[in-house]
Structures are given as structure tokens and as C-alpha cells.
């Protein structure tokens, strides 16, 4: 049973990913989950400087879901590369970097310096998040504009480039049309829906940042037919993600025409998500005489 698949020219042993910010720097998880089991460890957005991101309270559970409003807190550049990337060469996973930027120069100057860092495999552009003032989901919504930032980026780095596409647009085939057109190597998708919940007791927002994103097993639905749409209009390979929470979610993304996934919200109800969904599909594949996962990758 074959379970490699390849994003770029970047080739994992199984295509099970976690999603980023949802899993931190995945160094403090190293206890209590085999990061060296996935198929990649994608980290939390790094940013030129240290965020300490938006006002409490960031989080508000919702039916089958949850809004964040985190804000991209990160520690920085600078100290990401002096202190948290020297530990990762004890873990033998391809480490995904995240990234985010207010304007492009800021996009570019990360991907510089990212550039020459062995440890890294590829950088993941996140166009989408939905929780900031600057930067975010402007460059992920304008077809234009996105296309600008990824052929910046793309002159400033030989890396994997992969983009993180925002689902809050009309067309995602025309966005993802865009980004693939200006070298981004894989498109993944999608980040969460823009959403608001009120304390009906107050009237104030349950957000401190008033808005958040919304995700978990209530966008799957929709993130499964955007996953398709995408598979279906462009040749780079796809990452799936959006409400996984077990092997039968995984593989509807699969089947859609994803290439990869990986596994978000649920990881905070069950670190080990995305370990148990890698040894369901080795069985899947046993039972289902399934050799390679490409005998049902966009079989739909």
C-alpha cells in the first residue's frame, strides 16, 4: 500500500498534515503525539515581528464548530529562527512555515530569509485569515492583488511555495486559477468563514475582535465542494482541510481531489487526530484492496 504523495516537488511518506495555528509550533506536542507519523507539520503563521495578537475573549464554541479571533500572535521572525527552529532538528518531519504580512515587502522579506533554511520544506502564503486589520484575507479576496504577492514571493524563494486560499470569496476557482498562474507550486484550502456570535444577555459580541473565523465539522460540506471545485480547475496538487475529524472525513476530501489533507479544530478535542486517521487509512486501504491512494484521489 502505497500512502507518498507529492506536493511540488516536496514528496511525503503519507499526505496527513495539521493544520496551521492549530497545532502551535508543534513542539509542544512532542510528548503526547508521533509528530514523526505525519505526513507534515505545518506551524502557526510566523510574522516579521513578535503579535501578541487580538483582545480577549478569542475563542467561542459554536454548534459543531468554533469562531476564533486569535490574531496571528506569534513570537517573530527573529526569535522563531534563534529559538524554536534549532529544536525541530530532533524531529524528523518536513516543517511547513506559515507565514503572513501586513503588505507584500513584509511577505517577501520572510520569504528571504526563509529561503536559505535547511530545516524548512516549503512556505505556506496565508492570504486568508479573516481575524486581522492588515494583510489577511485583502490579498486573499482580489484575484490581482493575490496574483502580485505570489509572483513576489515566488522571485524570493526556490521553496515549495503553497498559498492558503480564503473561502469568504464568490469565485475560490478564479482566486485559485490566480495564485496557480503566478507559481504557487500547491493551493490549500480553505481557511475559516468570517462569522459573529452575540451574547443576546449583553448585546456585545462574543469576540473581543467582534468578528471570527469559523471552523470545524460545520464547514466541512461546504470546504468539501470548494476542495472539488479547486481539484478540478487547476493542475497543482490540492491540500484539503476543513472539519476533519475522523478517516471518513479525511477521505471524502480525498475522493474530491485532494492530494493531502489536514486536520484543524479537532485537534484541540483530540491531539492525536491525524495519527489515527494515518493508521485508518493503511486499513481502509487493506480492506478496500487499495494499493495506491490515486486509485481513488478525484474519483468522485
Known sequence: MNLTTSLGNLVLKNPVLVASGTFGYGLEYQDIVELEKLGALVLKTITLNPREGNSPPRIWETPSGMLNAIGLQNVGIDNFLDAK?????????????????????????????????????????????????????????????LEELVKAVRRA???????????????????????????????????????????????????????????????????????????????????????????????????AGAAAISTGTANFINPNIAVEIIDGLGRYMEKNNIKDLSEIRGKV
Open 85 to 145: 527552529l534549532p529544536l525541530f532538528k530532533k524531529i524528523d518531519v518536513p516543517i511547513i512555515i506559515n507565514i503572513a504580512g501586513e503588505t507584500i515587502d513584509e511577505y517577501v522579506e520572510l520569504a528571504n530569509r526563509l529561503d536559505g533554511v535547511n530545516e524548512i520544506a516549503a512556505i505556506e502564503l496565508n492570504v486568508s485569515c479573516p481575524n486581522v486589520k492588515k494583510g489577511g484575507m485583502r490579498f486573499g479576496e482580489d484575484s490581482s492583488l
Open 157 to 255: 524563494t526556490k521553496k515549495n511555495l503553497i498559498t492558503k486560499l480564503t473561502p469568504n470569496v464568490t469565485d475560490i476557482t478564479a482566486i485559485a486559477k490566480s495564485a496557480e498562474g503566478a507559481g504557487s507550486d500547491v493551493l490549500s484550502l480553505v481557511n475559516t468563514f468570517l462569522g459573529m456570535a452575540i451574547d443576546t444577555n449583553s448585546r456585545h459580541p462574543r469576540l473581543g475582535y467582534t468578528t471570527g473565523g469559523l471552523s470545524g465539522p460545520a464547514i466541512r460540506p461546504i470546504a468539501v465542494r470548494m476542495v472539488w471545485q479547486v481539484a478540478k480547475a487547476v493542475k497543482v496538487p490540492v491540500i484539503g482541510m476543513g472539519g476533519i475529524a475522523s478517516l471518513e472525513d479525511a477521505l471524502e476530501f480525498i475522493i
